[in-house]
Nanobody, 111 residues
Framework: QVQLVESGGGLVQTGGSLRLSCTASGIIFSRYGMAWYRQAPGKQRELVAVITAGGVTNVADSVKGRFTISRDSAKNTVYLQMNSLKPEDTAVYYC?????WGQGTQVTVSS
């Protein structure tokens, strides 16, 4: 059974930082690409960042230069480092691989 468990969300002021973590179980982690999505209230879920099994990364234009995705295969964990946070980054952040999703972690950025 595949499980993705996110952590690290919270409330932060504009300009602050957070690091999200997503730990996977039930899959051979090193074989799969991983992604972070987010969904703000009343909006569609959007792709934030992806990392391939080989470590190649890409991030959405809206977070470029502020967010970084990385992975640690020894820990079966993917990270999303978020710096210079803005109120528009407020959303539930979800971890994804293949067709599996985590439960989400809330990120709230106060102005």
């Amino acid at each position: 059974q595949v499980q993705l468990v996110e952590s690290g969300g919270g409330l932060v002021q504009t300009g602050g930082s957070l690091r999200l973590s997503c730990t996977a179980s039930g899959i051979i982690f090193s074989r799969y690409g991983m992604a972070w999505y987010r969904q703000a209230p009343g909006k569609q879920r959007e792709l934030v960042a992806v990392i391939t099994a080989g470590g190649v990364t890409n991030v959405a234009d809206s977070v470029k230069g502020r967010f970084t995705i990385s992975r640690d295969s020894a820990k079966n964990t993917v990270y999303l480092q978020m710096n210079s946070l803005k109120p528009e980054d407020t959303a539930v952040y979800y971890c994804n691989t293949i067709r599996f999703w985590g439960q989400g972690t809330q990120v709230t950025v106060s102005s």
